[in-house]
């Protein structure tokens, strides 16, 4: 084969593949099953509780019926349980906006850093005008 007609061959494949790539991260979360991760945070399973937490924010807004779920898992004993669970509400948003208290609770008293900061971003995407301030010295 000649260099000249590898050309067109090689952005054939290069255009299919970027078509290809983009097509599956489109929106991964469109084919979350919100009812399914909503069940899945009562597993007594913590890794179970955590893929859910995190294909709920995948979900971002239609997420919104988990959100009575998500509250409770603010005070979980296991503090990336905690995190996630405030990730997801940040994620569901404006909708969100009864776990605003419980956050401003974490964000306040956490014993986890990474917790309360969690919970102060999510705080901000649930009310931007209303968001904490950074928390300094975050490392």
Do not use: W
Not at 63 to 85: F, G, N, Y
Not at 87 to 99: H, R
Not at 110 to 124: C, E, F, P, Y
């Amino acid at each position: 084969m000649k260099p000249a007609s590898l050309i067109p061959a090689c952005l054939g494949f290069a255009v299919g593949f970027l078509l290809l790539v983009n097509g599956c991260s489109r929106n991964p979360g469109a084919r979350v099953n919100v009812q399914n991760q909503i069940a899945a945070l009562q597993s007594s399973d913590t890794n179970v509780v955590e893929e859910a937490c995190i294909a709920l924010a995948m979900a971002g807004e239609r997420s919104v019926p988990a959100v009575p779920d998500l509250i409770p898992l603010l005070k979980h004993k296991d503090s990336e349980v905690r995190r996630l669970a405030a990730y997801a509400l940040g994620e569901i948003g404006p909708k969100a906006k009864a776990a605003y208290p419980a956050l401003q609770e974490v964000y306040s008293a956490d014993s986890s850093r990474k917790v309360q900061t969690q919970a102060g971003m999510s705080m901000g995407s649930i009310d931007p005008s209303n968001a904490p301030p950074v928390m300094p010295n975050i490392q």
